[in-house]
């Protein structure tokens, strides 16, 4: 794992919040997360050294990333918990944002980032990056879930999240 230093965490913050004011400036609303669902699922892989295998998309524009502890062959797995979920909302309000002041204002009419999705997401990034590098410290055999659903506000992404299998395995979910 790389050391976590003064200068790294800085670099990270910096990287994390040029995501949020890219998020926030290209909102989409409900169904409609395409761009976000890839900007997040690059974003993993560049930055967070994330397996392309461990992330499947889910509900069409949601994603569900697995990040797995040591998989030895000489450790059985655990008893009780092995996988637990961390879900962030992706979806923007169908509004047009008028907060000319902000440099990152919504560039998409009638799409905004208004009650902290755009948030929602960075955290969930950010977590899931450090949760990568911190992989070998997880119980062997466990996995961390990030769920990344869409259609919050009102469009059911829950219920089709979970048809799709986002909660599959999963023994608790935050």
């Given at each position: 794992m790389e050391q976590l230093t003064p200068d790294s965490v800085h670099e990270l913050f910096e990287k994390l919040t040029a995501l949020r004011h890219h998020f926030h400036q290209n909102a989409e609303i409900t169904w409609k997360e395409v761009k976000t669902q890839q900007t997040i699922r690059e974003?993993?892989?560049?930055?967070?050294?994330?397996?392309?295998?461990?992330?499947?998309?889910?509900?069409?524009?949601?994603?569900?990333?697995?990040?797995?502890?040591?998989?030895?062959?000489?450790?059985p797995a655990p008893e009780g918990i092995k996988c637990v979920a961390f879900r962030g909302d992706m979806d923007a309000l169908p509004m047009t944002e008028h907060n000319p002041h902000l440099d990152y204002q919504s560039v998409n009419t009638g799409a905004a980032h208004?009650?902290?999705?755009d948030g929602h997401m960075t955290s969930l990034v950010?977590?899931?990056?450090?949760?990568?590098?911190?992989?070998?410290?997880?119980p062997p055999h466990t996995c961390v879930r990030l769920v990344f659903q869409p259609a919050e506000e009102g469009g059911f992404g829950?219920?089709?999240m979970i048809k799709g299998g986002c909660l599959d395995g999963v023994d608790e979910i935050y």
């Open positions: 974003y993993l892989i560049k930055h967070g050294q994330i397996d392309p295998q461990n992330i499947h998309a889910c509900a069409n524009t949601g994603l569900v990333v697995n990040i797995f502890g040591p998989q030895p062959d000489d450790v208004m009650c902290g999705h950010g977590f899931g990056i450090l949760m990568q590098q911190a992989r070998h410290l997880l829950a219920v089709e």
